[in-house]
């Protein structure tokens, strides 16, 4: 699993964080924790499954959002106390 942040630009209300959040998950439907934070200007989420960033960069584009940049991390699921 890989824990994805991806910039993005033009996010000025809750409403656009929920806008970003549902295009990312209808762009990859097994995306899981998926948060946008206006003031960070970012979404992080999990992914199980391979990302390709062209694909969510077209996705937020098509949007009117910006697409700035992405990074990945490998993500290690926790138990119950950490």
Request: hydrophobic fraction near 35%; glycine fraction near 6%.
């Amino acid at each position: 699993m890989e824990k994805i942040t991806v910039k993005i630009s033009g996010m000025m209300c809750g409403m656009c964080e929920a806008h970003i959040c549902d295009t990312i998950r209808k762009t990859f439907p097994d995306a899981r924790k998926v948060s946008a934070s206006k003031s960070k200007n970012e979404a992080v989420f999990i992914l199980e499954n391979s990302f390709n960033p062209e694909t969510l960069e077209k996705a937020i584009s098509d949007t009117g959002y910006t697409f700035v940049s992405w990074s990945s991390e490998p993500y290690k699921k926790r138990g119950l106390f950490g």
